[in-house]
């Protein structure tokens, strides 16, 4: 069964850099495209950023294009979210979330799998 477990979050200033990690503890990784999302407070939850099964293909979310790389090892049952020069506008709670099969989406209801989240707060 998967298991999606995430880390990485945490407090930094803006222009700083976090790098998410997400692991399927149930080491079975046995799914097809993954995507990171993330909410606000009182926000719904948006798509950040998703990759294909073999990390050859990747879509952003305009708003972290070219701050943002997502990046996957499945030999190690993980995908990456390297932030880079992070705004204030970038907090929330970020997860993970992973699909059975098929490609990757920006739509949130089409991923199977979630993480519990892990809160990245950007400081002005």
């Known amino acids: 069964q998967v298991q999606l477990v995430e880390s990485g979050g945490g407090l930094v200033q803006a222009g700083g850099s976090l790098r998410l990690s997400c692991t399927d503890s149930?080491?079975?990784?046995?799914?097809?495209?993954m995507g990171w999302f993330r909410q606000a407070p009182g926000k719904e939850r948006e798509f950040v950023a998703a990759?294909?099964?073999?990390?050859?293909?990747?879509y952003y979310a305009d708003s972290v294009k070219g701050r943002f790389t997502i990046s996957r090892d499945n030999a190690k049952n993980t995908v990456y979210l390297q932030m880079n020069s992070l705004k204030p506008e970038d907090t929330a709670v970020y997860y993970c979330?992973?699909?059975?099969?098929?490609?990757?989406?920006?739509?949130?209801?089409?991923?199977?799998?979630w993480g519990q989240g892990t809160q990245v707060t950007v400081s002005s």
């Open positions: 979330a992973a699909k059975r099969g098929g490609p990757h989406t920006i739509v949130v209801s089409a991923y199977d799998y």
């Open positions: 990759i294909s099964w073999s990390g050859g293909s990747t």
């Open positions: 149930g080491r079975t990784f046995n799914t097809g495209a």
